[in-house]
């Protein structure tokens, strides 16, 4: 597809604060995620029926919350692949679990790719919230997240803070818990190290597979 095809896909979404670009077979994700996110999804999706099958995410540092949860699971709905390649964080990684093959991408060095999952929190005094369920985690990872793993970092009372989650291949250890005071480049000595957690034990990617895409 040319770069001109795809300006107009991007140009003719509704307004939206994520870049998304349609490139059949694949639907690219990156930047914040907001609340209009949603209307461009639907719109991407009813422009490109019956052509797209998997959605790579790119660098994204999240952002609305309910936004990321409603496509995770029109992503799930639609039985679409989800790759990550690049940095997904907070609702970025929550809209990653909708799929319904869920992969890492093949890295090429030039950036991070990992996943980080921590609570939602409130835009003004930026604290967590208390009462949001983590039932979503649940649900999506077939329950391979348990509530215990769930409840401890959607209260993460930092909203810098995750869990974050890396490839074999990419990266030891492959799970880290940070509180969010750490400087990130020294959260793989700093941040703690949890047992027994990586991304495919917890249900978060359904293979190893490394996944090759533009």
Not at 47 to 76: E, L, M, Q
Not at 189 to 194: D, I, M, T, V
Request: overall charge positive; glycine content about 8%; aromatic content about 6%.
């Amino acid at each position: 597809m040319s770069r001109a095809l795809l300006v107009v896909l991007v140009l003719a979404a509704p307004a939206s604060a994520m870049e998304l670009i349609a490139e059949p077979p694949l639907i690219h994700l990156s930047g914040h995620v907001d609340k209009t996110d949603w209307a461009a999804w639907q719109e991407a999706l009813k422009r490109n029926a019956g052509k797209v099958d998997t959605v790579v995410f790119h660098n994204s540092p999240g952002g609305d919350s309910t936004t990321g949860r409603k496509i995770g699971h029109s992503i799930r709905e639609n039985k679409l692949r989800t790759v990550v390649a690049g940095r997904c964080i907070s609702a970025c990684a929550n809209m990653f679990l909708g799929g319904t093959v869920r992969q890492f991408a093949s890295r090429d060095d030039r950036h991070e790719i990992v996943l980080g999952y921590h609570g939602s929190y409130n835009k003004k005094t930026k604290a967590v919230n208390m009462k949001k369920s983590g039932s979503y985690f649940s649900e999506l990872t077939g329950g391979k997240m348990d509530d215990e793993l769930i409840e401890r970092f959607i209260r993460i009372e930092n909203k810098n803070g995750a869990l974050l989650l890396s490839h074999p291949s990419y990266r030891e250890p492959l799970a880290l818990f940070c509180a969010g005071d750490e400087p990130r480049r020294k959260r793989a000595q700093l941040c703690e190290h949890p047992k027994d957690i990586d991304a495919l034990a917890v249900g978060v990617v359904t293979t190893w597979d490394l996944a090759r895409v533009p």
